[in-house]
């Protein structure tokens, strides 16, 4: 059975270095046997992969793409946190953020780019509970933000 690190390598991903807090907050915070994941937004090499509303300057497609990219980084804070990726037993919850423009309804969809990607790198483990919550303004103005909960041992 392959590592979550494997099934990355599978994919062609690297994991990126965490992204550096823009505010007061940790990346992430380990109780007990949960860590949980501050919201990730899509930085790449510490810059937006993309700015704008959902469904007026970002087409639902890249905006799910996006939700890809915070899902890798919040699996990189995750490794930071634990160590390997094989210590996560269960991927608990993942709640996005869509910044949408108001016709936009189909923060499920865009939010959908995410959970792919964890169900891709942790298999049975990555089946989730979710939210995908349409709101009205993101930091740096990006479409998408993510943050989980995983359960470790």
């Given at each position: 059975m392959a590592t979550p690190e494997e099934r990355l390598?599978?994919?062609g991903l690297e994991l990126p270095e965490v992204v550096k807090p823009l505010a007061a907050y940790t990346p992430t915070v380990r109780t007990g046997d949960h860590v949980y994941v501050s919201g990730q937004v899509p930085l790449v090499d510490g810059a937006p992969a993309?700015?704008?509303k959902v469904g007026a300057e970002v087409t639902p497609e890249r905006a799910?793409?996006?939700a890809r990219i915070c899902a890798l980084n919040g699996i990189?804070?995750?490794k930071a946190e634990v160590g390997e990726l094989s210590a996560v037993r269960r991927v608990v919850k993942l709640v996005g953020f869509v910044a949408s423009d108001p016709s936009f309804s189909g923060q499920p969809q865009v939010i959908n780019g995410a959970s792919e990607l964890i169900g891709e790198v942790f298999?049975?483990?990555?089946?989730h509970a979710r939210s995908a919550v349409g709101v009205a303004?993101?930091?740096l103005d990006v479409p998408v933000e993510v943050e989980m909960i995983v359960e470790v041992g």
């Open positions: 390598a599978a994919l993309g700015t704008g799910a793409e996006l990189a804070a995750v298999g049975e483990a990555g089946v303004a993101l930091p």
